[in-house]
């Protein structure tokens, strides 16, 4: 294997320039290079003879370029043309939008052109899809007259050069791979060998080769992955826990004073992390649930839980305003147990914040909520028992673990509400036990979801009127990309100003976003909650932990610049009272055919989980939380969608081999590349 984790500028045909090319490809090692796969194959096994080539068919032709032509259609389309003969005929070849082709495509060239063919004004013409120069000198078989890889690429690496580098590569560095995948597991599936498997990924003999080369390797891709999360779960088994005593009266008083009755769901939840806190495991768990489904309840008795046995909490939440809405909630559901809540976020006075990190170094705080503060150096617990962590992808791994390193093997509970489709959950979750809240509180109204054209703006704000004089408060929600787009957030003040003075004028209406300081959202969410402000024009820093039970309106202007799970999180901020609630989707006249999906499934589908598969499929798995912080692995070959069954049998795998042998010590080869491939990922397993 120690060729293979050289450097890739060893690799025969790299060298120093390329390798830096190769970086931007995420390439470091000769590994790397092997396992960067093709995004897809061209069949080029039949290379179509021009004057055969049949118009609505996808084909494959080969010629020389007769002679060129760029011309200008409309101010923001050109066309770039090139007649293509061989021996049967000429077809016109045609790019849109190319330029720069002018510099490359020169009469004389020979080229290979695949795209579909149709017939245009009596001429034959192929519409390209992918294109590559011949050059005369090269005579093998690596880029023609078989199925050919195509792969992700870069600005200064060519199809044919990544090709051939890789094909050398291959025929001499196989010698050095290592079969991590066990024998049994190779015998029981029928796997092909890794090096047969390499082989015909990147130059099959045959699709049906191809696709059991892909077979073998995702299921490879998975296996190791599922072992590194089964070897993290058997690393917290070995950790000595806090066992909690769950019979408090502090709880049970807590639940005394509730206003309202648990749903079945809650309890099932409650019932599974009471069992993990009375353990001498520390509890690593994920609780999920909708928006709305009470996992606020949930949480607050796992810190109550560690509070009654005489240890402090803490609370970590993504931004200052859920920070705030956390301490706002928990101050009120734990006053009648004189319980002291401390609230850390950055903005506070240094006095407060000293005050505050002398009260928990000396335990006289028992529980602090705040943001990224609480992982500061200068924070000391005199003894941490439990640690909640709110809406965890919108955090780093490290910061997780910050966090828990703050006391002794404390129990953990990490929380979202953006529902996660399962295969993600086992993928970046896997090594933590999994508990569901999917019932909502019984009374709650599903809200009305509706898409509405900026052509019916003065009947939507007609309706919302009307509304507004009944007593209701409503969201109009603006997108802020970034937190520095200063251009988005001058619309936002801009839209706030004309609505006051120009379509409400009998209304308070305030602006809120993320740059404000902590005060002047106090202010401003103290006002919305106390009905003096009736519009509530808001950048999505209401996203999560926003609860206002009278506001059952939302409009949602530029709609389509929102994925689902974000969209489906601003809609949770509404339907949270017994009023019917409404969400109208704005969007302008031109939106794109994905976006169109998009608003189409938010109308459509109300369910938080249904929802996040959907975005799952639109979006995958790298971009569906809108930040790559979370802490999903770069997989080089899975696709969690069409290999979802390949997973959860994966991970039965994986998990049976390393029940039976926690240490993985028959199993060298295999301990070896789980190290080597996770190593950076702290959070699943420990490094040596």
């Known amino acids: 294997m120690a060729n293979l984790t050289c450097s890739v500028r060893y690799a025969k045909g790299v060298g120093e320039k390329r390798a830096q090319l190769f970086k931007k490809l995420n390439i470091k ?16 096994s039949n ?76 001429q034959k013409q192929i519409k390209v899809e992918d294109f590559e120069f011949l050059s005369g000198d090269e005579k093998d078989n690596l880029h023609l007259r078989r199925i050919v890889p195509c792969y992700p690429l870069t600005e200064g690496l060519s199809q044919r050069m990544l090709r051939r580098i890789i094909k050398t590569n291959l025929e001499e560095k196989s010698f050095y791979l290592i079969d991590s995948l066990p024998y049994e597991i190779r015998k029981r599936y029928s796997f092909i060998s890794l090096p047969e498997a390499l082989n015909n990924i990147h130059f099959p003999e045959d699709f049906s080769r191809q696709k059991e080369a892909r077979r073998r390797l995702v299921f490879e891709e998975l ?81 109550l839980t560690a509070i009654a046995n005489g240890y402090q909490t803490a609370l970590m939440a993504p931004t200052e305003i859920l920070a705030q809405q956390h301490w706002l909630n928990l101050r009120q559901l734990l006053a009648p147990l004189n319980i002291k809540v401390a609230l850390l976020v950055s903005d506070l006075p240094p006095g407060d914040k000293k005050e505050i990190r002398t009260g928990l170094k000396e ?33 780093g791994v490290m910061q997780r673990l910050s966090l828990r390193s703050k006391g002794k093997s404390p129990h953990v509970l990490v929380m979202t509400a953006t529902p996660i489709p399962r295969t993600l959950a086992l993928t970046s979750y896997g090594d933590l036990d999994l508990s569901i809240i999917d019932e909502l509180p019984p009374g709650r109204k599903s809200v009305i979801t509706r898409w509405i054209s900026g052509s019916k703006r003065r009947e939507l704000y007609r309706f919302i009127g009307e509304k507004l004089k009944e007593g209701i408060q409503a969201y109009f929600v603006y997108p802020l990309i970034e937190e520095s787009d200063e251009l988005d957030l001058k619309s936002a003040q801009e839209a706030a100003d004309r609505l006051q003075s120009h379509i409400f004028p009998d209304f308070r209406i305030c602006l809120l976003h993320g740059r404000m300081r902590r005060e002047e959202k106090e202010r401003i969410m103290d006002s919305f909650r106390e009905k003096k402000i009736h519009i509530l024009v808001s950048t999505t820093v209401i996203e999560v932990g926003i609860d206002i039970p009278n506001a059952s309106l939302m409009l949602i202007e530029n709609a389509e610049r929102f994925g689902l799970a974000q969209l489906h999180q601003l809609r949770g901020r509404i ?61 080089k070959i899975a696709d969690l969608i069409k290999d979802a069954q390949v997973l959860y049998l994966a991970r039965k795998e994986a998990f049976q081999l390393v029940r039976k042998d926690p240490g993985l010590k028959n199993y060298p080869q295999l301990w070896e590349e789980i190290n080597r491939r996770f190593v950076q990922q702290l959070d699943l397993v420990k490094v040596g």
């Open 29 to 44: 090692t000769v590994s790397d290079l092997l396992y960067h796969f093709p995004a897809h194959y061209e069949d080029r």
């Open 47 to 122: 290379v179509a003879p021009i004057g055969q080539t049949s118009p609505g068919k996808r084909q494959v032709i080969q010629g020389q370029v007769l002679l060129v032509n760029q011309f200008k259609i409309t101010k923001k389309l050109s066309v770039f043309k090139a007649a293509i003969r061989d021996n049967s005929g000429v077809i016109y070849a045609i790019w849109y939008n190319q330029s720069y082709l002018s510099k490359l495509v020169k009469k004389g060239k020979e080229l290979v052109v695949s795209g579909k063919v149709e017939l245009k004004f009596g």
């Open 223 to 303: 296996f190791l992955l599922q072992s590194a999360l089964a070897l993290k779960r058997e690393e917290h088994k070995k950790e000595s826990g806090i066992p909690f005593s769950t019979d408090r009266e502090l709880t049970s008083s807590f639940f005394h004073h509730l206003p309202y009755s648990l749903t079945l769901s809650q309890k099932k939840v409650i019932r599974e992390i009471l069992e993990d806190m009375r353990s001498f495991r520390p509890m690593n768990r994920l609780l999920q649930g909708d928006v709305g489904s009470g996992k606020t309840v949930v949480a607050t008795l796992v810190l």
């Open 363 to 395: 335990g006289r705080i028992q529980l602090v909520i705040g943001t990224h503060a609480l992982i500061q150096k200068e924070i000391d617990f005199n003894e941490l028992g439990a640690v909640v962590i709110d809406e965890q992808h919108r955090f």
């Open 575 to 635: 339907g949270r009272g017994a009023r019917q609630s409404h969400c109208f989707l704005l969007t302008g006249q031109k939106i794109s055919p994905q976006a169109r999906q998009r608003i189409k499934i938010m109308c459509k589908v109300k369910d938080g989980f249904l929802l996040a598969e959907e975005d799952l499929k639109l979006r995958g798995p790298g971009e569906f939380f809108g930040t790559r912080q979370w802490g999903m692995l770069n997989l």
